[in-house]
T-cell receptor, first 115, second 111 residues
Framework: DAGVIQSPRHEVTEMGQEVTLRCKPI?????LFWYRQTMMRGLELLIY????????DSGMPEDRFSAKMPNASFSTLKIQPSEPRDSAVYFC?????????????FGSGTQLSVL | KQEVTQIPAALSVPEGENLVLNCSFT??????LQWFRQDPGKGLTSLLL?????REQTSGRLNASLDKSSGRSTLYIAASQPGDSATYLC??????????FGTGTSLTVIP
């Protein structure tokens, strides 16, 4: 398996623009997670899905952030409108059949810069 | 909320040295603890997962221990190599159905 695949690797955009990050989890994994990593706050869970259904979105910072998982092999994280404070590395991760009882597999991340 | 601390934030050792990385957490009601490695510009790679009922896990030169009662875990790396240079993060799985991450220890192994 190719692992968790994220795109794009880098995204530079201007404040106010819409940003869409994409993720393909490992085939057969039931759980998908979106994390954000910054120097100040470390790794933070934004939202996670189980079998394509959002389970916990309490980490989503504002209504400007939204996430979808239309099928088992694809998820998006959208920021609209983007702000400079959204600059961070966004990771997608997946696990087989538990949110906390198994290894997490991470993608390589999307480095987002909002100017 | 679970708080996870890793000390030191950075560590530099000569090649061949054995070393220990520390992780502490505030709530002992955990399901498991996971150690990750992160290389610059890359995602996290899971190294070891210790279930709450276990006291340690080993993989090659790595050994992770867990002491729930004291809220501590250690990652022992034997005979360190330059290729071990990376940031090591621990993550505690527990209430809230999520992993809580420490901020990591940046390890440099000097040839």
């Amino acid at each position: 398996d190719a692992g968790v695949i994220q795109s794009p690797r880098h995204e530079v955009t201007e404040m106010g623009q819409e940003v869409t990050l994409r993720c393909k989890p490992i085939s057969g994994h039931d759980y998908l997670f979106w994390y954000r990593q910054t120097m100040m706050r470390g790794l933070e869970l934004l939202i996670y899905f189980n079998n394509n259904v959002p389970i916990d979105d309490s980490g989503m910072p504002e209504d400007r952030f939204s996430a979808k998982m239309p099928n088992a092999s694809f998820s998006t994280l959208k920021i609209q409108p983007s702000e400079p404070r959204d600059s961070a590395v966004y990771f997608c991760a997946s696990s087989l059949n538990s949110p906390t009882n198994e290894k997490l597999f991470f993608g390589s991340g999307t480095q987002l810069s909002v100017l | 909320k679970q708080e996870v601390t890793q000390i030191p934030a950075a560590l530099s050792v000569p090649e061949g040295e054995n070393l220990v990385l520390n992780c502490s957490f505030t709530d002992s009601a955990i399901y498991n603890l996971q150690w990750f490695r992160q290389d610059p510009g890359k995602g996290l790679t899971s190294l070891l997962l210790i279930q709450s009922s276990q006291r340690e896990q080993t993989s090659g030169r790595l050994n992770a221990s867990l002491d729930k009662s004291s809220g501590r875990s250690t990652l022992y790396i034997a005979a360190s190599q330059p290729g071990d240079s990376a940031t090591y993060l621990c993550a505690v799985g527990g209430g809230g159905n999520q992993f809580y991450f420490g901020t990591g220890t940046s390890l440099t192994v000097i040839p």
